[in-house]
T-cell receptor, first 110, second 113 residues
């Protein structure tokens, strides 16, 4: 059972464009994480959000945790080819196991 | 510092053959350990989860099994591989308490032929 649905599944944009990736669930999570994965490698953590409504910024990336802690979004401003990769959200219920989302593959063309 | 080792990196196995993938963590004690499987370009499916030696939670019915014979060793096995077992397998660890990130190995690309 996939508890975390990401949209869109694929995103292909030109350099300089903005984009938003969504991560939705019917479950409440105590924390939500965003990872980025390069081909043939394991995912690497970008950010963790733990408070409902929390917003975190990492350079051109803005992450938000929903007020009800059931959803999250990742917004990228002025995307660059180096942003290309697979973006994964992951939710955790307190000290329980980490469940990953369905993934969003981003391709940024120069 | 903590490191995670996963091997082999690639594996081609015939249908019906056994499987053993090994993962070890260094530099920490009593980590949570995970085995995930990933279809091409998609999210990670949790297969097994362990919070301690001999404690394994299976998330998906399948012909795979996992064992944790030592605190920092996690093994994924199968007695007889199926074509559908092909995929990218990832081992990960996290701290045992609280909100924590997962640290991943480099993955094993398994192709069952």
């Amino acid at each position: 059972t996939q508890l975390l649905e990401q949209s869109p599944q694929f995103l292909s944009i030109q350099e300089g464009e903005n984009l938003t990736v969504y991560c939705n669930s019917s479950s409440v999570f105590s924390s939500l994480q965003w990872y980025r994965q390069e081909p043939g490698e394991g995912p690497v953590l970008l950010v963790t959000v733990v408070t409902g409504g929390e917003v975190k910024k990492l350079k051109r990336l803005t992450f938000q945790f929903g007020d009800a802690r059931k959803d999250s979004s990742l917004h990228i401003t002025a995307a660059q080819p180096g942003d290309t990769g697979l973006y994964l959200c992951a939710g955790q219920k307190y000290t329980d196991k980490l469940i990953f989302g369905t993934g969003t593959r981003l391709q940024v063309f120069p | 510092s903590q490191t995670i080792h996963q091997w082999p990196a690639t594996l081609v196995q015939p249908v019906g053959s056994p499987l053993s993938l090994e993962c070890t963590v260094e530099g920490t004690s009593n980590p949570n350990l995970y085995w995930y499987r990933q279809a091409a370009g998609r999210g990670l499916q949790l297969l097994f989860y362990s919070v301690g030696i001999g404690q394994i939670s299976s998330e998906v019915p399948q012909n795979l099994s996992a064992s944790r014979p030592q605190d920092r060793q996690f093994i994924l096995s199968s007695k007889k591989l199926l074509l559908s077992d092909s995929g990218f397998y990832l081992c990960a660890w996290s701290w045992g308490r609280g909100t924590t990130e997962a640290f991943f190995g480099q993955g094993t690309r398994l192709t069952v032929v």
